[in-house]
């Protein structure tokens, strides 16, 4: 696929919960190979977009197309052999594995013994675990993480189980990555480390990311192009530039100016 | 806690770090204990020997039960019924079509897994408390089927006779014969259950207990993988099944109860869930507690004669109970993870981090 060609396509979606409208109309294009920001004040329906592009939440109507499949007729658990990856919010590991077994359980979808090979293991479960072990270790070395591999996630500090939970979602190969809030709750340094592993990674693989971020600083110094929503309707959608100059952004985060 | 690994010693493969038994010293050691279990009928008094017969079958079905309640987080009640459900099968394979028991063995797991599976359906459902109902039903629809469905063939209430199991010639007639049966059987469970902890299918198990929104994120099929936990506990089950049923010599409904099924559940929570190590922990610990309380009954009923015969029958459920509780408040991750705290401080000592 070309780099500018469009990846996935949200068209005219909408979701409700009971009376609230929890996105309305909703349309936006992900272009191959770009870091699209999506922003917008809390409760503004941006998890909630994530969440049906994962198929948790079921949209009422509308269509998401990725690559040409119709996420919105989708098994959940199929969406990440499409080439998908998330990392969430509030960080969802799985607490009693280790940083190496949670990358490796993130393998999943790429291995192929079944019950009876992991049953037998020796042989086919066996080789495949060690090769899979190695592509695991590279995104350890990446993240810089050698560390904490034989840490129980659990115990980990938070900066931390944020940068496990971005190695398992690297640990898919997705052509689109999702991430919630990658570095909220963390100090600057934190961020800016976190930031730089984003950077790296688009660089060196072309992921598409999709972001969803409040430091609007470092949304506007790493992302390509903005989305902006309130209250579920997008108000805004461009380059970070035209975005900050944008009256209804002004107005949606800061108020009505005097 | 980080996993420790002894100071000083370095892998250079990763199929030397990913090893479950690392270090020659450590397959001598292991060696030298199967060899003093395997011969334990030359040396140990017949007592010991169907004791530790019984404790080993007890594991087998609780290894099953760590698989799905450990592992895989779905709770089940239901692990004494597909006991029954084994026992029953492989007892009409022999007694009825002549299987040798080599075959009727391994069969009887089949069809317990099998039942396990239809009782494993409302997991992709119900969760925690209302899965545990679910499991529950197969506690009582099993050994109802067996009491009223096809009673010319399971012969009602009164259950089966069940053979003696002939193997190449040999009868496994008295505990100090049916003792190697159940080790081998033990010993081979004990690998399985070690290969699928550590391989991709006990990763989607483990995925799933810790997070099962993740998991399916992560294109781990939840049903899919909830249903193999449930047919491999019931796997278990029914080879614990059969080999208590071949052993006892005879089986009805009333032979593996609920009671079994929660007496599983406390044993897993002493030894550990979520640890290999934790079903032979626990089961080992709860026989003797009840053992114990069998050899107490007699000065306890010295104390309260008038009601001599009740105290020894209320010894065990309260020795059980009491131990459950205690460890439930005190160390709620059982024994498995005191062995692991344990190796722990061994392996940094004098410093204690």
């Known amino acids: 696929m070309n780099p500018k060609d469009t990846q996935l396509s949200v068209r005219n ?32 329906g941006k998890t909630s977009l994530l969440n049906c592009l994962n198929r948790f939440y079921k949209v009422e109507s509308g269509s998401i197309q990725f690559e040409g499949y119709d996420l919105t007729k989708i098994a959940p658990h199929r969406i990440a052999g499409l080439g998908i990856a998330r990392t969430f919010q509030n960080i969802a590991l799985y607490t009693g ?69 971005l190695g398992r979602a690297l640990a898919m190969e997705p ?51 903005v989305v902006v929503l309130d209250f579920g309707v997008k108000i805004a959608e461009g380059s970070p530039q035209e975005i900050r100059e944008d009256q209804q952004v002004i107005k949606a985060y800061l108020g009505e100016a005097r | 806690m980080a996993i420790l690994r002894p100071a000083g010693e370095f892998d250079t493969s990763y199929a030397s770090d990913m090893a479950t038994i690392r270090r020659p010293w450590q397959w001598c050691l292991l060696l030298v204990f199967l060899l003093a279990l395997f011969t334990l009928p030359f040396y140990a008094s017949q007592g010991l020997v169907a004791l530790v017969n019984r404790i080993g079958i007890t594991i087998i079905a609780v290894q099953g039960l760590s698989l799905l309640t450990g592992f895989t987080g779905q709770i089940s009640l239901g692990q004494a019924a597909f006991m029954t459900a084994g026992g029953y099968v492989s007892a009409l394979l022999v007694n009825e079509l002549g299987w040798p028991f080599l075959l009727a063995l391994p069969a009887a797991a089949i069809a317990a897994g099998l039942v396990g599976l239809i009782f494993g359906l409302p997991s992709l459902r119900v969760k925690g408390f209302y899965l545990v109902m679910a499991t529950l039903a197969a506690q009582f629809i099993i050994p109802w089927f067996t009491r009223n469905a096809f009673q ?18 040999v009868e496994f007639n008295t505990p100090q014969r049916y003792i190697f049966l159940t080790l081998t059987v033990l010993v081979l469970t004990t690998i399985l259950a070690f290969n699928v902890t550590r391989s991709r299918l006990g990763r989607a198990f483990i995925s799933i207990r810790d997070n099962d929104l993740a998991a399916e994120l992560l294109g781990v099929n939840l049903f899919k993988y909830k249903l193999q936990a449930f047919f491999l506990a019931s796997m278990y089950a029914g080879l614990a099944g059969s080999l208590a049923a071949h052993q006892l010599r005879h089986i009805n409904s009333e032979t593996f109860t609920l009671i079994d099924s929660i007496i599983f559940m406390g044993m897993l929570v002493i030894g550990g869930l979520g640890s290999n190590l934790g079903p032979i922990f626990g089961a080992i610990v709860v026989e003797f507690l009840i053992e114990a309380a069998t050899l107490l009954g007699p000065f306890v009923a010295m104390i309260f004669p008038a009601k001599s015969a009740g105290v020894v029958q209320a010894l065990r459920p309260l020795f059980f109970g009491t131990s459950l509780m205690l460890f439930l408040i005190f160390e709620p991750r059982g024994l498995a993870y005191r062995w692991q705290l344990f190796k722990a401080a061994w392996r940094l000592r004098p410093f204690s981090h």
């Open chain 1, 13 to 44: 979606v909408n979701l409700s919960f009971g009376g609230t409208q929890a996105l309305v109309n909703l349309g936006f294009d992900v272009r191959q190979g770009e870091i699209l920001a999506i922003i917008g004040p809390n409760g503004a």
């Open chain 1, 97 to 165: 594995l280790s940083t190496l077994d949670n990358l490796m359980a993130a393998r999943h979808i790429h291995m192929h013994s079944g019950l009876l090979q992991s049953l037998i293991y020796w042989g086919f479960a066996h080789r495949e675990d060690i090769s899979h072990r190695m592509v695991v270790e590279e995104i350890i070395d990446f993240l810089e993480m050698e560390h904490i591999r034989r840490s129980i996630v659990g115990s980990l500090p938070y900066g931390l189980r944020k940068r496990v939970e």
């Open chain 1, 175 to 225: 052509r689109l990555l999702l991430l919630d809030e990658p570095m909220t709750g963390m100090n600057l340094e934190e961020k800016e480390d976190m930031a730089r592993f984003i950077l790296d990674l688009h660089e060196r693989q072309k992921t598409t990311i999709l972001l969803i971020e409040h430091d609007m600083g470092l949304v506007m110094d790493i992302a390509d192009r």
């Open chain 2, 152 to 169: 010319d063939v399971l012969n009602g209430a009164q259950g089966l006779n069940v053979q003696v199991p002939v193997i190449f010639g």
